[in-house]
Each structure stands twice: as structure tokens, then as C-alpha cells.
């Protein structure tokens, strides 16, 4: 049974960096494609990047693009998404979520399993 559980959000001034993390406690991890979604007040939830299962290929929102990394280490059960250069539109919850299937996708409803989610708060 995959459990993920995410960390790593706070308050960051605009500009700033943090990193969240999304570790799973009970599957097989390394077998299945990661995904970071978040959702602001008011909206609905937003694709932000994805990571697959066995070659690492990454996929990225237009928005974030060139400010937030995506990454995983298999050994640590853990998937991390670095994130720099942020605004006060990045506001927002953000979920870590599983894809069985192992390749990545952007859309949330190919997602299996999903985290409780951690909040970023940009201030500016």
C-alpha cells in the first residue's frame, strides 16, 4: 500500500528557495512515476512536474520551468521538488502523488495515490 507523506513546505519571501519532499512509507517506490500538483485558493489543482519510474525523464509546468527541479532517490524512498526563484503566485498547497504506471503524465486523474499535502506560502 503506497502512504505518501509530504514535508519541507513553509513561509519564504519572494525570490527564495525550499525544498519539499515526498517520501512513501509503504510501496515499492521506485517502481512508479512521481507527481507534484498544487491548488491555490479558489482553484482548481495544478500540475507542476513528474518524474517516471526508470529512466527519471521529467516533465515540467510552462510556469515553473527553469525555476523548480524535480528529482528522486529510489534508495530513500523520497522524491524531492527544489524550489527557487519563487513568486507569490506559487502560493498554494502542494501534493505529492503516485502513478503506478510508472510513466509521467500531467493530468491528475492518472494518478493513483496522493499525499496530504504541505503549504507554500510566497510573501512578497
Known amino acids: 500500500q503506497v502512504q505518501l507523506v509530504e514535508s519541507g513546505g513553509g513561509l519564504v519571501q519572494a525570490g527564495g528557495s525550499l525544498r519539499l519532499s515526498c517520501t512513501d512509507s509503504?510501496?515499492?517506490?521506485?517502481?512508479?512515476?512521481v507527481g507534484w500538483f498544487r491548488q491555490a485558493p479558489g482553484k482548481g489543482r495544478e500540475f507542476v512536474a513528474a518524474?517516471?519510474?526508470?529512466?527519471?525523464?521529467?516533465i515540467y509546468a510552462d510556469s515553473v520551468k527553469g525555476r523548480f527541479t524535480i528529482s528522486r532517490d529510489n534508495a530513500q524512498n523520497t522524491a524531492r521538488l527544489q524550489m527557487n526563484s519563487l513568486r507569490p503566485e506559487d502560493t498554494a498547497v502542494y501534493y505529492c502523488?503516485?502513478?503506478?504506471?510508472?510513466?509521467?503524465?500531467?493530468?491528475?486523474?492518472?494518478?493513483?495515490?496522493w499525499g496530504q499535502g504541505t503549504q507554500v506560502t510566497v510573501s512578497s
Open positions: 509503504g510501496g515499492t517506490f521506485s517502481q512508479y512515476a
Open positions: 518524474i517516471s519510474a526508470i529512466t527519471s525523464s521529467t
Open positions: 502523488s503516485a502513478r503506478l504506471r510508472g510513466t509521467v503524465s500531467s493530468s491528475s486523474t492518472l494518478y493513483d495515490y
